[in-house]
């Protein structure tokens, strides 16, 4: 390109990258076959080699990719077919493998029966690579900044390369993307990912699904059992299905039934292990399941694992590690010891790179963050971008330290009472604090009055040798109130109908707080400057251009019709105005809920201002695989009808406590 070389762009083939060097973790140069060269930036886009030149640098950059065969099929030319295939490339070519190929080409005379008749000339079987979750592999890496990986196309790079090279380019520039890339960025990885035997196992099951049609909640079969808190077994023997986040194994519904009809042989000493499925775009399989468990957390007790959180211990030795958090957050941490804060991290343009909630743990130097399971790698690098550079503020991943169950409906502080000396009363314990509780015979037990749904309860943050005692302390003094066990899908309905966001669902890198109904956790006049702050107030001032809301389907049969689960088309008065992010549904509404983005585009397709009129003006529908449902659209969390109501739970608002204003 004439263009890039009058640019100074040089492209030299046949030459080997031996060595990649950092200096305080930042890229500073590349050793190659051919001399050294000094750069401010290096990406790594070898294809199926990315993962060892990863290893090309101290520290490695873990590349989670592994190879795998992938054929297609040479002919002689076919009259009116166009001959235009990839090329054989002998260099980077693996043994043909014609009895593996054959079922494949059973399939293709199928579909194709002129190929009955054509004249084979060469089976190609070349090496393509692969992610553990079937994504590219996108962004700059955790362990040295400006090193940037684009690799793992899988299959596909030609067309993708210009959409990742425009990507990739954006982060070097500009230092961030105009497009959410949270799916794609490498920072979705733990160094588990890039174990080379879970890697091995994974990708026998990856490549099926590149042009496989994908039910919803799909689980993964390889690479399980790897993480598991230490009720892991309790949980299987109360009859805990398994999905699995970040490696974790985290409980989707519970079968109470299940151990006791089956066979009551034990695997290694354990009851049998189920993996979560659903197989269908219909009514689940595990809907009655989810239903009693929902019913638990709302009129009784339900009991959850949320130890699959991430937990981050953020400390100074003095006031430094506030003046870290105010700038690093958009909401004021300067809160009373003992106090919760939810907050955002966002980045310069306002969007969310982190949604947590930060636990004042002493005066002025502790704070412990809690942050969804899938940021542990992302929010930690965020964090380290940001920390001083005089070392005065530090972090530590206590992820694997702590078990966290929750407990959640109208009897848990009942419940927690009778395991602990201390007063839990609202006036003493309030919604929204923490405090350091003894229970049952063990101590140190952190404790947040919250449960991140919007319910009633308590989340307990408990070292991981104590985890047993108390799970069984729980279990046993819960018998009286109706405990039961209740996983991720149940959790996931209550928060959907609560109408309560979570980031990498709802929220991303281009959602502000101001689109989605937080703008009252954003502090302008706190004093103190924090990132994003000027995108924010350029926001408030000139209006947003989508809004965050709450749909519910006013005639959907959940029985017989085709459910929602993301994604789908919102349309107000016959036109598209935006999608869903997450649904669920709604046990009380006895209904099914969305929640998505509304916007205002005028006659071009351009978004304009969206204000409160707009939205709640007009009729709204959903698409569903090709059918309209009509919608009532909510602004606001709803209060939902309980045989306990309380003032915390009806006070408690997790969308736009105050009405939408400019």
């Known amino acids: 390109n004439k263009v890039l070389f009058c640019a100074g762009v040089r492209v030299y083939e046949n030459c080997a990258v031996h060595q990649v060097h950092n200096k305080d973790c930042k890229v500073t ?29 101290e520290p490695f950059v873990k590349v989670p990719l592994h190879a795998v ?20 490339s002998t260099s980077r070519l ?7 190929f054959h079922v494949l080409l059973e399939q293709m005379l199928l579909r194709v029966p002129v190929l009955g008749s054509a004249t084979l000339d060469q089976l190609c079987n070349g090496p393509e690579a692969f992610s553990p979750d079937c994504k590219w592999i996108v962004g700059e890496s955790p362990e040295i900044q400006n090193y940037f990986v684009a690799a793992g196309m899988k299959t ?34 733990l160094g588990l990912h890039n174990n080379r035997k879970f890697l091995r196992d994974r990708v026998r099951e990856v490549p099926g699904m590149h042009y496989g049609l994908i039910y919803p909640f799909h689980e993964f079969e390889t690479g399980r059992n790897i993480r598991m808190s230490p009720i892991y077994p309790k949980l299987r023997a109360a009859g805990a299905v398994f999905g699995q986040v970040m490696g974790y194994e ?20 354990y009851h049998p292990y189920r993996i979560a499925y659903t197989k269908t775009f219909g009514q689940p399989p595990w809907f009655d399941y989810v239903k009693d468990e929902y019913s ?31 700038y690093l957050c958009s909401n004021d941490v300067d809160i009373p010891l003992g106090g919760i804060i939810h907050t955002g991290m966002q980045n310069k343009l306002g969007g969310y790179e982190n949604d947590c909630s930060l636990v004042r743990i002493a005066e002025n130097h502790s704070y412990m963050m809690i942050a969804p399971t899938i940021q542990q790698t992302r929010c930690k690098v965020w964090i380290q971008k940001h920390l001083p550079a005089d070392g005065s503020v530090t972090l530590s991943d206590v992820t694997s330290m702590y078990t966290a169950i929750c407990i959640m409906g109208p009897f848990t502080r009942n419940l927690l009472s009778e395991l602990t000396d201390t007063d839990l009363s609202p ?155 997450t649904t669920a549904y709604g046990f009380t509404f006895k209904k099914q809920v969305c929640l998505g983005f509304v916007k205002n585009l005028d006659s071009e397709g351009q978004a304009q ?54």
């Open 427 to 581: 006036r003493s314990f309030p919604f929204f604090t923490f405090k350091e509780l003894d229970v049952g015979l063990a101590n140190g037990i952190r404790a947040m009055n919250l449960t991140h749904t919007g319910e009633l309860g308590y989340v307990l943050y408990i070292p991981n040798e104590l985890a047993l005692h108390v799970y069984t302390q729980l279990i046993e003094a819960g018998k009286k109130y109706g405990i039961r066990h209740a996983g991720y899908y149940a959790m996931r309905a209550i928060r959907v109908e609560r109408f309560y966001a979570f980031w990498g669902q709802d929220l991303d890198t281009t959602t502000t707080p101001l689109e989605c109904g937080r703008s009252w956790r954003v502090k302008f006049d706190k004093g103190k400057h924090f990132i994003g702050q000027e995108a924010l107030e350029k926001q408030r001032s000139e209006g947003v251009k989508r809004m965050y809301v709450q749909l519910v389907l006013n005639d959907h049969d959940p029985e017989f019709d085709v459910w929602p689960c993301g994604n789908e088309p919102i349309y107000k008065d016959g036109q598209y105005v935006g999608l869903t992010t």
């Open 296 to 326: 638990a957390c709302r009129e009784a007790i339900g009991l959850s694992d949320y130890s699959s959180f991430t937990k981050i211990d953020i400390l100074s030795k003095g006031h430094e590690v506030v003046d870290c958090l105010q």
């Open 250 to 269: 985290r409980p989707s519904w519970f079968d109470p039934k299940f151990n006791e009809v089956s066979d009551t042989r034990l695997d290694n000493g």
């Open 69 to 88: 065969e992938h054929y297609y099929l040479h002919t002689k030319p076919i009259a009116g077919l166009d001959p235009m295939t990839p090329d054989c």
């Open 156 to 189: 596909v790079g030609i067309s993708a390369a210009g959409g990742v090279g425009k990507a990739t380019a954006d982060l070097i520039v500009n230092g961030c993307s105009p497009y959410d890339l949270h799916e794609l960025d490498i920072s979705r990885f």
């Open 29 to 57: 140069g590349v050793d190659t076959s051919r001399g050294s060269i000094e750069c401010n930036f290096f990406v790594n886009c070898a294809g199926f080699w990315a993962r060892q030149v990863g290893k090309m640098s």
């Open 609 to 662: 201002e969206v204000t409160t009129e707009f939205v709640l003006s007009g009729n709204y529908e959903v698409d569903i695989a090709g059918v309209r449902y009509s919608a009532k659209v909510n602004l606001h969390s709803p209060n939902l009808h309980t045989q306990y109501p309380d003032k915390e739970r009806g006070a408690y608002l997790a969308t736009r406590e105050e009405q939408v204003a400019r």
């Open 94 to 100: 693996l043994p043909e493998d014609w009895d593996h």
